[in-house]
């Protein structure tokens, strides 16, 4: 089982590789352009909840075919997602396809 279906059982969300829209961002690597699917929700146990948002990397549709790790371009990947999420609010940016799905 990958992360985000190990996510998906804890957190309790569905997750359909072939129907969930995909949103696009620029990514860092050779192939600059990269795909995303985003969920969130709420995380529930007795009286408390926390708030949380999946960022599902998706690759680009000639990744997904032959790859085993569609959209992967590395750990720091994931970390500029977030970062350039941060920065493009704080200083009130254009933002990505991905960061209005996570917004």
């Known amino acids: 089982m990958s992360t985000p279906e190990h996510l998906a059982e804890i957190l309790g969300f569905e997750i359909d590789f072939q129907n969930d829209e995909m949103y696009g961002y620029d990514s860092i690597g050779l192939l600059t352009t990269n795909n995303a699917r985003v969920y969130h929700g709420y995380y529930e146990v007795e009286d408390r909840s926390l708030k949380y948002v999946v960022v599902v990397k998706a690759g680009l549709p000639m990744e997904q075919a032959g790859s085993a790790k569609p959209g ?3 750990k720091r990947d994931s970390q500029l997602i977030m970062m350039g999420y941060f920065n ?4 009130g940016r254009e933002l990505s396809e991905l960061d209005a799905a996570i917004e």
């Open 72 to 74: 992967n371009r590395g």
């Open 88 to 91: 493009r609010i704080y200083h």
